[in-house]
């Protein structure tokens, strides 16, 4: 990583742990305007980030009030003061007056690694720049820029100003990708962020191996084609928001209503469903590349299973859940294939070989009326088997049985908390969750069977969290994702 990261890092981030020393005023921005940095910068930028600096807006306010819920909230806040008094830093007089209301970092490629120039507005210019020094300090000093109208950057060498600030280059305020981006998101936000599209499929071209395969590494990452990619972080009365937005590439898998989540038993405290549709489409397109022909040819020859074999597993909905088992816990894969016979015959083929290859054998049983065939491992044994043309593969003795047979995780409470606090419609492209309330005691007791208990501190400070719920949307290349973490 390039020079410490450059000193306007160093300035987000204590902007952004500082918040609780907000002033009284009171400011929020405007429904999806562009950040006023934008207009500083060249158009043909890889990234841009902006972050709220305000620490008296409306949005850190409401951060301020997250963080009080947990109760290590006045330590933390007075460690961190002690930290920058080691440094030499003092918030009011070092920090506050180096900074505006708006902080902005411009990316640019720049050979192995990215160039990376802060652009703010600060109360005053001269605190600006004593802060840029005393941030690399025992290094080889910042360097930093008047723009004019009260604007200053900040890089780590001059000539990275003339790959991120516009001069006679149309700003990227201008860029109606940009622009569109930034518009998808909420107004009010802690940061947001831009990615080019173009110039990050160039960048992972030139940087990645198979990019001389013959296939790009964009288009296996889903990347070829995307037009931009923007991200925004918030605040909200139970929670903080990650809220994206995508055009073009492929992202993400069209909506559809799940089905497998019915199924899936209501004390599941972690599940992740999707249509592995978009997935197998990608994994298609990478059998034209040598490096995975060379690694199908070996899977067959090893395990008797061809490439679309493989990827037939996955061309349906796709779940994966866990729940509480006696002392791991039970982990559960769900598959709804086209061909559920086939299916089931390509893990038939593994499962055997797996057994052979460990010293045992495939044994056959049954659980709540269905065949079920299973490989004990020794530590752990594995139970595969169909349910109404469903492929169940499972650690849980009774994982199979209980697969639809009670009652669900979608009619769970805790499930349809974490689906009201965050806002989750019925049809998504896919969602991942985790019952972080229920997932505690789960934390608490493996780190009491490695002998090493949590210190109170620890486990006090996450019961505030509850779950985490994240989803995607859209169609036709165009997408918005959302991660919403529930406190409370």
């Known amino acids: 990583m390039r020079r410490r990261f450059l000193p306007a890092v160093l300035l987000a981030s204590l902007a952004l742990v500082l918040a609780a020393c907000g002033s009284g005023s009171s400011s929020s921005s405007s429904g999806g305007s562009p950040p006023a940095g934008a207009s500083l910068v060249r158009s043909d930028v890889l990234g841009f980030v902006s972050v709220d600096t ?9 951060f301020d009030e997250l963080w009080q819920k947990f109760p ?7 460690q961190i003061k002690q930290s920058l008094a080691k440094d030499g830093l003092d918030y009011e007089t070092d920090i506050k007056p180096a900074l505006g209301s708006e902080l902005d970092l411009a990316i640019v490629p720049d050979g192995t690694s990215e160039a990376v120039v802060g652009i703010t507005k600060p109360d005053d210019p001269a605190k600006f720049k004593e802060l840029a020094n005393k941030a690399d300090k025992g290094s080889t000093p910042s360097v930093t820029r008047d723009l004019g109208a009260g604007w200053w950057a900040v890089a780590e060498k001059e000539s990275d100003f003339d790959k991120v600030v516009k001069g006679t280059v149309e700003p990227l305020s201008s860029s109606d990708s ?24 160039e960048l992972v071209e030139q940087r990645s ?15 070829r084609g995307l037009k931009y990619l923007a991200v925004s ?44 549709e ?18 199908a040819k070996q899977l067959e020859q090893e395990y008797g299973v061809t490439a679309d074999q493989l990827f037939g597993l996955l061309d349906g909905e796709v779940a994966f859940y866990a729940r509480s088992g006696a002392v791991i816990p039970e982990l559960t894969l769900a598959l709804q294939p086209n061909d559920p016979t086939q299916a ?61 047979s009670g009652g669900s995780l979608t009619d769970s409470a805790d499930f349809k908390e974490a689906k009201s606090a965050a806002g989750m419609p019925d049809s998504t492209g896919g969602l991942f969750y985790v019952d972080l309330k229920n ?39 165009d997408r918005t994702f959302d991660a919403f973490l529930e406190i409370k």
């Open 278 to 295: 978009g997935t197998t489409q990608q994994l298609q397109q990478l059998q034209a590349t040598p490096q995975f022909a060379q690694v």
């Open 233 to 276: 972080l918030s605040a909200e009365d139970e929670g903080l928001r990650l809220e994206g937005a995508s055009s073009g590439g492929n992202l993400g898998g069209k909506d559809f209503a799940p089905k497998l989540l019915d199924a899936i038993p209501g004390d599941a405290f972690a599940a992740f469903d999707f249509l592995g």
């Open 72 to 78: 290590s909230h006045d330590s933390w806040l007075q």
């Open 344 to 404: 089931l015959e390509t893990v038939d083929k593994l499962m055997t070989h797996f057994a052979a290859e460990a010293g045992t054998r495939v044994e056959t049983g049954s659980q709540g009326g269905h065949e079920v065939k299973t490989v004990n491992f020794g530590q752990f044994a594995v139970h595969y088997g169909a349910v109404d043309g469903k492929v169940i593969v499972t650690s849980g003795l009774n994982g199979i049985a209980d697969f639809g």
């Open 209 to 223: 191996a198979s990019g001389t395969s013959g296939l790009g590494a964009g288009s296996a990452l889903g990347l």
């Open 439 to 477: 997932a505690l005691p789960l934390i608490e007791g493996f780190a009491g069977l490695s002998g090493n208990n949590l210190p109170p501190k620890v486990t006090d400070n996450l019961r505030p969290l509850r779950s985490l719920l994240a989803w995607s949307e859209g169609q036709n290349g």
């Open 54 to 62: 305000d620490l008296g807006s409306d949005q850190w306010q409401q």
């Open 178 to 201: 940009f622009t569109t981006a930034i518009g998808k998101l909420p107004g009010d936000t802690l940061v947001r962020a831009y990615v080019d599209g173009p110039k990050l499929n």
